[in-house]
């Protein structure tokens, strides 16, 4: 995986990285919960704060595992040059 894609990367990470692959799964049931939210025809409002709580918790974690990939592929990359 000299030039490693950024699937390809992530997928990797999937596998082998148990943060990553705990920070996937985290999101995966954030994603979940906002699903089940978003399909109510109408949120009271403390389901529409923690509609807004839990996308920013996403974000949060899909930025945490951007930066992870990003650096095993500079380290990688880095490490096969």
Known sequence: MNTAEPQEVKHFLLQSHDQ???LAERHHALDDRLHELIDKPHLSESEQFE???LKKRKLA???RMEQI???WA???HSSTS
């Open 20 to 22: 990553y692959r705990d």
């Open 51 to 53: 509609e807004t709580t």
């Open 61 to 63: 974690l899909k930025d």
């Open 69 to 71: 990939a990003m650096e």
């Open 74 to 76: 500079r380290d990688h």
